[in-house]
């Protein structure tokens, strides 16, 4: 028996060796995947010495990885095209650990498989992180690669010998099964984890691969122990029978959420020393109002979670490795969030944002968290851009009071800032900078990147204080929560900061009115449970239980409980129906309408904008085009203000529309079809339309770099003036 096992394994060998295809085939099988292990794991630790320490110290670790690996090639065994196929795997693989490796170097954070699911949005602020002979290159070596591959397809000969498909299928069962058991035994002997709280630290742990191919299959809340009608039942008994507040006493003022993209009190860097103070006013607050740290779950993104942790009261660790409910759960079921809360308290809900309101699906996801409006960069006319292309948060003052005008009841507020967003220049790019870096610092591109920060952040500061100045003379009852997403993608280390915590920022409660609460460092997700108790608003099954179980020893597990309930089984608590059904929200502040369209006079043409007034050109996208002194503009605007006309003689065939509203960002529609169009104000647009004749319908799109609709107008149609025939 062992002879012949022993003849079989010698002929196997011997017919490889005297097969070049089969040779080539079985050596690619044997030594790509320790390469491709080799190679993503080295982009993953980031440097030689990090990836030999993982592969001594985490062997075990990097052999279940391996194993991942060899599982997904296997599949090629039943193929006839095995060498191509093998090609492929290994591209992907590669590229993926290339992406994670850049990635990194951005946001800190690593690359997961979340951030495909919205990768056209994420296409669209490449022009952030990358310069255009890099996304050239990228793109270069993606059809490289695609063309390499279709070769290897249409040139690499077959596998001759009969596929075993039997045989075959058995053993690529048993490699999976072996993956399989190799992570259950690296889980069960904690080596790997199945929950990821940091995901930085779970990649540099248990390895790209493995957390990146976790991060796949493992997506939402997972059933917990113990779930059933009764357990939630006992929960939601308890919240409804525990008094927390006094319903006698409810405070309504306007509540207005702030979020501030990466922003961070730079004193709390350890030997950093500036020229001057970044961030004055927000320190002066948090001195004087309640003030405390907050932990989130990402360093340099992420802001889409805190948003999602802050609205919802919910615990993003409870969901899977990565992930980000916007782009999945949120974007089909209605959840509970202080805007429903709030609404049963007589408010109406807004959300604003100074980005495209595309991005992370808000202008879906919005819906379903109960907002009644949605302000994003498209119904807003910028006028000033950082360098990289954000648009400056000061334009947020003018459109948080419209929001507060905008209604006779009381208002609640969820803006989010977006100027202080990375990646930060290595190179100097600011002229005359209000702050300079002193000491702290050695190294010319790492003082480059925190001189552009600081004095990013000191502006944002800078806006804080005009907006505390606008609330301050405004005759309502305001309270302000302000508060940064997630700390910047600088580099830093737990021991550069004063708090040794990379996953705590600050916030800030203010208000107009003199209200206060008492300091206290808390989890994202408890941030508006704390801030409704003080105004004795206990609505909402997760807002009360919040107010009900924080300091209980099943918190957590009751949480995931009722989070699983909620979102994904059978809706216990609500008693197998959820209350919450997705809000017909209006996209910006108010509609955008049309009030009359008429051909253009040559009597009495209109007034073109001058270069200067053009605001946010499309060409501008460009960083090369840019001011040096940090007043160049990103955009994204799709008008198209040359409007032909040379030495200003008057060109035939403009239409003008008249109307509310209008935005660098709105493109003239005539019956479905889009013209060109120039911006002239808020109250009129111009199209150029010579055809132009009665019963011809007309809307208004608010169109993000040229391919994305946000919104439409009502149409309106044109109807041309009788003339009357003399007798």
Same mark, same amino acid.
């Given at each position: 028996?062992?002879?012949?096992?022993?003849?079989?394994?010698?002929?196997?060998?011997?017919?490889?060796?005297?097969?070049?295809?089969?040779?080539?085939?079985?050596?690619?099988?044997?030594? &790509?995947?320790?390469?491709?292990?080799?190679?993503?794991?080295?982009?993953?630790?980031?440097?030689?010495?990090?990836?030999?320490?993982?592969?001594?110290?985490?062997?075990?670790?990097?052999?279940?990885?391996?194993?991942?690996? /060899? *599982? +997904?090639?296997?599949?090629?065994?039943?193929?006839?095209?095995?060498?191509?196929?093998?090609?492929?795997? =290994?591209?992907?693989?590669?590229?993926?650990?290339?992406?994670?490796?850049?990635?990194?170097?951005?946001?800190?954070?690593?690359?997961?498989?979340?951030?495909?699911?919205?990768?056209?949005?994420?296409?669209? +602020?490449?022009?952030?992180?990358?310069?255009? &002979?890099?996304?050239?290159?990228?793109?270069?070596?993606?059809?490289?690669?695609?063309?390499?591959?279709?070769?290897?397809?249409?040139?690499?000969? !077959?596998?001759?010998?009969?596929?075993?498909?039997?045989?075959? *299928?058995?053993?690529?069962?048993?490699?999976?099964?072996?993956?399989?058991?190799?992570?259950?035994?690296?889980?069960? &002997?904690?080596?790997?984890?199945?929950?990821?709280?940091?995901?930085?630290?779970?990649?540099?742990?248990?390895?790209?691969?493995?957390?990146?191919?976790?991060?796949?299959?493992?997506?939402?809340?997972?059933?917990?122990?113990?779930?059933?009608?009764?357990?939630?039942?006992?929960?939601?008994?308890?919240?409804?029978?525990?008094?927390?507040?006094?319903?006698?006493?409810?405070?309504?003022?306007?509540?207005?959420?702030?979020?501030?993209?990466?922003?961070?009190?730079?004193?709390?860097?350890?030997?950093?020393?500036?020229?001057?103070?970044?961030?004055?006013?927000?320190?002066?607050?948090?001195?004087?109002?309640?003030?405390?740290?907050?932990?989130?779950?990402?360093?340099?993104?992420?802001?889409?979670?805190?948003?999602?942790?802050?609205?919802?009261? @919910?615990?993003?660790?409870?969901?899977?490795?990565?992930?980000?409910?916007?782009?999945?759960?949120?974007?089909?079921?209605?959840?509970?969030?202080? *805007?429903?809360?709030?609404?049963?308290?007589?408010?109406?809900?807004? *959300? @604003?944002?100074?980005?495209?309101?595309?991005?992370?699906?808000?202008?879906?996801?919005?819906?379903?968290?109960?907002?009644?409006?949605?302000?994003?960069?498209?119904?807003?006319?910028? !006028?000033?851009?950082? /360098?990289?292309?954000?648009?400056?948060?000061?334009?947020?003052?003018?459109?948080?009071?419209? +929001?507060?005008?905008?209604?006779?009841?009381?208002?609640?507020?969820?803006?989010?800032?977006?100027?202080?967003?990375?990646?930060?220049?290595?190179?100097?790019?600011?002229?005359?900078?209000?702050?300079?870096? +002193?000491?702290?610092?050695?190294?010319?591109?790492?003082?480059?990147?925190?001189?552009?920060?600081?004095?990013?952040? /000191?502006?944002?500061?800078?806006?804080?204080?005009?907006?505390?100045?606008?609330?301050?003379?405004?005759?309502?009852?305001?309270?302000?929560?302000?508060?940064?997403?997630?700390?910047?993608?600088?580099?830093?280390?737990?021991?550069?900061?004063?708090?040794?915590?990379?996953?705590?920022?600050?916030?800030?409660?203010?208000?107009?009115?003199?209200?206060?609460?008492?300091?206290?460092?808390?989890?994202?997700?408890?941030?508006?449970?704390?801030?409704?108790?003080?105004?004795?608003?206990?609505?909402?099954?997760?807002?009360?239980?919040?107010?009900?179980?924080?300091?209980?020893?099943?918190?957590?597990?009751?949480?995931?409980?009722?989070?699983?309930?909620?979102?994904?089984?059978?809706?216990?608590?609500?008693?197998?129906?959820?209350?919450?059904?997705?809000?017909? @929200?209006?996209?910006?502040?108010?509609?955008?309408?049309?009030?009359?369209?008429?051909?253009?006079?040559? #009597?009495?043409?209109?007034?073109?904008?001058?270069?200067?007034?053009?605001?946010?050109?499309?060409?501008?996208?460009?960083?090369?085009?840019?001011?040096?002194?940090?007043?160049?503009?990103?955009?994204?605007?799709?008008?198209? #203000?040359?409007?032909?006309?040379?030495?200003?003689?008057?060109?035939?065939?403009?239409?003008?529309?008249?109307?509310?509203?209008?935005?660098?960002?709105?493109?003239?529609?005539?019956?479905?079809?889009?013209?060109?169009?120039?911006?002239? =104000?808020?109250?009129?647009?111009?199209?150029?339309?010579?055809?132009?004749?009665?019963?011809?319908?007309?809307?208004?799109?608010?169109?993000?770099?040229?391919?994305?609709?946000? =919104?439409?107008?009502?149409?309106?149609?044109?109807?041309?003036?009788?003339?009357?025939?003399?007798?």
């Amino acid at each position: 028996m062992y002879t012949k096992i022993k003849d079989k394994i010698k002929n196997f060998f011997r017919e490889i060796r005297g097969d070049k295809v089969k040779r080539i085939t079985f050596e690619m099988f044997v030594f &790509l995947p320790w390469i491709i292990n080799i190679v993503v794991e080295g982009l993953n630790q980031r440097s030689v010495s990090g990836f030999f320490k993982f592969f001594i110290t985490s062997f075990d670790v990097f052999v279940i990885n391996l194993m991942i690996i /060899y *599982a +997904v090639f296997s599949v090629t065994l039943l193929l006839r095209k095995r060498i191509p196929a093998m090609a492929l795997i =290994s591209i992907i693989w590669l590229a993926g650990g290339i992406a994670n490796f850049i990635v990194k170097f951005n946001r800190e954070t690593p690359f997961n498989f979340t951030d495909l699911k919205d990768f056209g949005q994420v296409l669209d +602020v490449f022009d952030k992180y990358m310069s255009k &002979l890099q996304m050239v290159l990228v793109i270069a070596l993606i059809i490289a690669a695609v063309i390499f591959v279709i070769f290897l397809w249409i040139k690499s000969p !077959k596998y001759d010998t009969k596929i075993k498909y039997v045989k075959n *299928a058995i053993i690529v069962a048993v490699m999976w099964i072996l993956m399989f058991l190799s992570i259950q035994v690296g889980q069960a &002997l904690d080596r790997v984890s199945v929950k990821f709280p940091n995901l930085t630290i779970a990649y540099q742990s248990y390895g790209f691969t493995y957390c990146y191919a976790y991060g796949m299959i493992s997506v939402g809340v997972d059933e917990p122990e113990e779930y059933t009608d009764e357990s939630i039942q006992k929960i939601a008994e308890r919240i409804e029978k525990t008094k927390t507040v006094d319903k006698d006493n409810v405070k309504t003022p306007n509540i207005i959420f702030l979020q501030l993209e990466s922003f961070i009190d730079l004193t709390n860097v350890i030997d950093l020393e500036l020229s001057a103070e970044a961030t004055p006013n927000f320190t002066s607050l948090k001195k004087e109002y309640t003030s405390g740290y907050l932990r989130v779950n990402n360093v340099g993104y992420g802001t889409a979670n805190t948003e999602f942790e802050i609205m919802t009261g @919910m615990n993003l660790e409870d969901f899977g490795p990565g992930e980000f409910p916007y782009k999945t759960v949120l974007k089909n079921t209605p959840c509970e969030s202080i *805007a429903y809360i709030l609404k049963d308290y007589g408010y109406s809900s807004h *959300a @604003m944002h100074n980005n495209t309101g595309t991005f992370y699906s808000r202008n879906v996801v919005f819906k379903n968290l109960g907002y009644d409006t949605y302000t994003s960069l498209e119904y807003m006319n910028p !006028k000033e851009y950082t /360098y990289l292309g954000w648009v400056k948060d000061n334009i947020l003052t003018d459109e948080i009071i419209k +929001v507060l005008d905008s209604t006779e009841e009381q208002d609640y507020l969820y803006a989010i800032s977006v100027q202080g967003h990375g990646s930060y220049p290595s190179d100097e790019v600011l002229e005359n900078p209000h702050i300079s870096v +002193v000491s702290g610092i050695e190294d010319d591109e790492r003082i480059n990147q925190y001189t552009y920060y600081a004095n990013q952040i /000191y502006e944002m500061d800078v806006f804080i204080g005009e907006l505390i100045n606008a609330l301050n003379n405004y005759d309502e009852e305001v309270i302000l929560v302000m508060y940064g997403d997630h700390l910047p993608s600088l580099g830093l280390k737990e021991e550069d900061l004063i708090n040794h915590d990379l996953y705590q920022t600050e916030y800030i409660i203010w208000s107009n009115y003199g209200f206060s609460m008492e300091n206290k460092d808390i989890e994202t997700y408890q941030l508006a449970a704390r801030l409704l108790r003080a105004l004795n608003i206990d609505g909402g099954v997760i807002n009360k239980f919040h107010q009900v179980y924080e300091e209980d020893e099943d918190y957590l597990k009751s949480l995931k409980k009722l989070e699983y309930d909620i979102l994904y089984a059978d809706r216990y608590v609500y008693g197998g129906t959820s209350p919450y059904v997705a809000t017909d @929200m209006q996209m910006g502040t108010y509609p955008i309408k049309i009030t009359n369209i008429y051909p253009e006079d040559e #009597n009495n043409p209109v007034k073109r904008p001058d270069n200067d007034d053009k605001g946010n050109n499309e060409d501008n996208n460009n960083n090369e085009n840019n001011d040096k002194n940090d007043s160049g503009g990103e955009g994204g605007n799709n008008n198209d #203000n040359d409007d032909g006309r040379e030495n200003g003689e008057f060109v035939k065939g403009y239409v003008v529309l008249e109307g509310e509203h209008f935005t660098g960002y709105s493109r003239v529609y005539v019956n479905n079809e889009p013209l060109d169009t120039v911006f002239i =104000s808020e109250e009129m647009l111009l199209a150029y339309y010579p055809e132009l004749k009665s019963m011809d319908e007309f809307c208004v799109k608010q169109i993000y770099k040229e391919t994305t609709e946000v =919104s439409a107008s009502d149409k309106a149609m044109y109807i041309a003036p009788v003339i009357d025939e003399p007798v």
